[in-house]
């Protein structure tokens, strides 16, 4: 038994003697030993170039462990701030006070060795205080996913006039059955006022109860702790105050939704919520995905106005949030994202020429627009905007339809040529001044006829706001 210490002593000083040996070693031709026994030909040893190539290989991957471990342990850091409601009270005290010590020996063990990986709370530093900050409130919604395209449309409390359930009747109006299938269609009420998100939401439930139901349409709001402080922000590009307010949120909505929506389908497109869309729109946007699906393709451009039909990949939408969350105090939101092509394609010391390009091959316009701007009055208080998209089609202003013979009267008068009997032989849609109380249109059938149903639709894309206003309407049996 005594021999073993002796022995082990021996085989220690003999690898020590070979370590010193080979790393002292200079390596001389492939195959050949030059170490501690000059002359004589020994086993090969790998070619140190590999190996010292395979160290940093190693060394990167360790990197990248790091990074990840930093990113769990900022979770778990998150975690352990938020009270366990789901475990009973029993075992909730043991449960933090475990977590949290976990947590504290985890980030002294990762101190020494990696930074933070940065991630939304390096932007929005204030959501660290609220844990529950970037959990969206779903107001009204069925969970849906899977689907082809996903609608993000972000609105807010305007002072003058809302276009919200304009812009939804006009997505919905022209669907199939199959499309409405395969579609989701997100309203983000961008306010923590949460009476008024509850009324925008109602205001949609009651207007479209079976799109509501179905799952086709959802309405989420952000958490009342997600903003920050907006006084603090600094004036640039000669913008006002309050101007600069307005874009900075319009950033922080814009990458809300997008990080909401990311899971849900294939495509996202952003739009806004004064727009209309282009009758059978959805046919041609799947048309054209089809068409382009091999290009490499950051987004497709469905309008030529801002930010309105911008189609992105799903799976691109982490990449382009964080993108905008990182600059969301600096630039407006159409700004950024040329940024974004900018820092993957253009060469510094190539001209602007080649620069748009390269741009010009992530973004592919379609002809003509799908979407068109119709709001007056912008979401910034005291603005006026007459944007149109000049590549729009002129969209129908009325849809014809086969009427029963029939007497016609009103106490409307009407403009131009635009007549109540040219609205019923379908030639013309009827346009009048503006109706003050007790005026009435009477349709007298001269023989009594069975009717299954009927339908009036006031307003159109051109004046959404050019429609009956508390209007009743009164059937008279002919077996009265």
């Given amino acids: 038994m005594r021999c073993y210490p002796v022995r082990l002593g021996a085989l220690l000083a003999l690898l020590a003697v070979l370590t010193v040996s080979w790393i002292r070693s200079v390596p001389g031709r492939p195959g050949e030993w030059t170490g501690s026994v000059p002359g004589a030909p020994g086993p090969k040893t790998p070619d140190l170039q590999n190996l010292y190539k395979r160290l940093l290989v190693a060394e990167e991957l360790g990197g990248q462990v790091n990074k990840d471990l930093s990113s769990i342990l900022e979770q778990l850091v998150n975690i352990s701030r938020t009270p366990n409601v789901s475990q009973p009270v029993s075992n909730s ?23 933070t990986q940065p991630n939304i709370y390096l932007y929005m530093p204030h959501l660290r205080q609220h844990p529950d900050s970037l959990r969206p409130n779903v107001v009204v919604g069925k969970g849906r996913r899977g689907v082809s395209i996903v609608f993000g449309i972000p609105t807010v409390k305007r002072e003058k006039q809302s276009y919200l359930i304009n812009t939804l009747n006009s997505l919905l109006s022209s669907l199939t059955a199959a499309q409405s299938h395969d579609l989701l269609i997100i309203v983000f009420v961008a306010e923590t006022d949460s009476e008024y998100v509850s009324s925008v939401a109602q205001t949609i439930t009651d207007s479209f109860p079976k799109e509501v139901q179905s799952g086709l349409m959802e309405v989420v709001s952000p958490s009342q702790y997600y903003y920050p402080n907006f006084t603090t922000l600094k004036e640039t590009f000669g913008d006002s105050k309050e101007r600069v307010k307005w874009r900075t949120k319009q950033n922080l909505d814009f990458s809300f939704l997008m990080l909401y929506a990311q899971d849900k389908g294939t495509y996202y497109v952003q739009l806004e ?43 691109d939408l982490p990449l382009i949030a964080e993108f905008f969350l990182m600059f969301h105090k600096d630039k407006p939101i159409d700004w950024l994202l040329d940024h974004i092509l900018w820092v993957k394609v253009c060469n510094p010391e190539k001209d602007n020429k080649d620069c748009d390009q390269q741009k010009a091959l992530l973004k592919q316009r379609y002809k003509p627009s799908l979407f068109q701007h ?28 086969k009427n029963p013979a029939a007497d016609l009267s009103s106490s409307l008068k009407h403009y ?18 503006t109706p003050l109380r ?43």
């Fill in 93 to 115: 005290s043991l449960t933090n006070v475990t977590s949290t010590e976990a947590v504290k020996q985890l980030r002294a063990d990762l101190s020494h060795h990696s930074f």
């Fill in 273 to 315: 919520d004064d727009v209309v869309a282009k009758t059978g729109y959805y046919s041609d946007m799947k048309a054209f995905v089809t068409q382009t699906a091999s290009d490499e393709w950051l987004y497709l451009e469905f309008s030529q106005l801002g930010f309105i039909g911008k189609m992105f990949r799903t799976r």
């Fill in 374 to 401: 119709v709001g007056l009055h912008s979401s910034l208080p005291g603005k006026i905007q007459q944007l149109k998209d000049k590549d729009f089609d002129q969209q129908p202003l009325f849809r014809a339809h």
């Fill in 416 to 433: 131009q040529h635009h007549s109540l009997s040219r609205l019923y032989n379908g030639e013309d849609f009827l346009w009048a001044l």
């Fill in 438 to 480: 007790d005026d009435y249109i009477l349709f007298s059938f001269p023989q009594p006829i069975h009717i299954s149903g009927f339908l009036f639709r006031s307003g159109n894309v051109k004046t959404s706001a050019d429609k009956f206003y508390n209007t009743t309407v009164e059937v008279l049996p002919g077996n009265r």
